[in-house]
């Protein structure tokens, strides 16, 4: 072999071991992570509550999850409404809960992941201090919650001889954080209510012509309400109520005194020997 090919061998020799060590070099440092990646997601949770402003709510779990949906780690909202929690490159699901609440908006950077209440972490930008990221907008929030909807519903009746008796337009009422929530019953006694759940209501139903009925524990469920009203009590004269009779008498008292009025304006006069009405006009004598 001659000396030139033997150097030409040697020199491509070098040149392939140049290029490895490049490569290598070139791997190492695709693999090495970023120089500040995001360790922690802090976020922001808030309640809506019915005609209120939005509020922190404390207690809310907030769990990531992995690819394959495995939990990563699990943590609760602060009476601020905020959280942190830990994330890495695995995490892809973080969800939101709390029993009676669901979730009704959510951040930019937070996709709905079908219907199992997770939501899949989309981050548009990897901006971090000191490792932890802000998972919320410029509105200041990662998601809002408010109470599942719900609903009161039952019927309203009173006792007839022995009989439940349906009661219709009677006023049904649930009050809560002054928040008041109220419907009438239709002809069948009956009424339906839709409010928050989880939520304990002062109630009352009211209806003319018979006592309020209250209750300071109603929590809206699937069960419906019986509500019997008592009649007040109406003492019977001539066959008729106390309220009937007194109106009658007022009816027959306003008659005798317009008659009486009339007997005086019209009183009559006695001439010889006999009563008459003196209702004419008195005459202006003839002139002759």
């Known amino acids: 072999m001659s000396g030139r090919l033997v150097g030409v061998i040697l020199c491509l020799a070098l040149l392939s071991v140049g290029f490895l060590a490049v490569a290598a070099d070139a791997d190492t440092v695709a693999d090495e992570p970023p120089e ?59 969800s939101f809960t709390m029993a009676e609440f669901t979730v009704k908006g959510w951040s930019s950077e937070l996709k709905k992941y079908g219907d199992t209440g997770k939501f899949e972490i989309v981050l548009k930008n990897d901006s971090q201090t000191e490792g932890v990221h802000d998972l919320f907008d410029d509105s200041g929030y990662t998601v809002m919650i408010s109470r599942t909807n719900a609903s009161v519903f039952g019927v309203v009746t009173t006792q007839i001889d022995g009989n439940d008796v349906p009661i219709e337009n009677a006023v049904v009422s649930l009050v809560y954080n002054k928040n008041t929530f ?107």
């Open 36 to 94: 500040n990646p995001i360790k922690k997601l802090r976020g922001y949770i808030f309640d809506i509550p019915a005609q209120e402003e939005r509020q922190p709510i404390s207690g809310v779990t907030v769990t990531t999850w992995t690819q394959n949906n495995d939990s990563f780690e699990t943590t609760t909202s602060k009476a601020d409404g905020s959280f942190i929690v830990e994330y890495n490159e695995n995490v892809k699901y973080i």
């Open 182 to 288: 109220s419907a009438t019953t239709n002809s069948n006694g009956f009424f339906t209510i839709n409010c928050s759940s989880g939520v304990h209501y002062d109630m009352r139903v009211s209806a003319g012509g018979f006592f309020d009925w209250t209750s300071k524990d109603i929590v809206p469920g699937e069960t419906a309400l019986t509500i019997s009203l008592e009649q007040k009590n109406h003492d019977i004269l001539m066959n008729f109520d106390l309220t009937h009779t007194l109106a009658i008498f007022g009816v027959l008292l306003i008659v005798l005194l317009v008659l009486l009025s009339v007997y005086l304006i019209r009183k009559p006069e006695k001439e010889d020997g006999l009563y008459v009405v003196n209702d004419l006009e008195p005459k202006a004598p003839k002139k002759e």
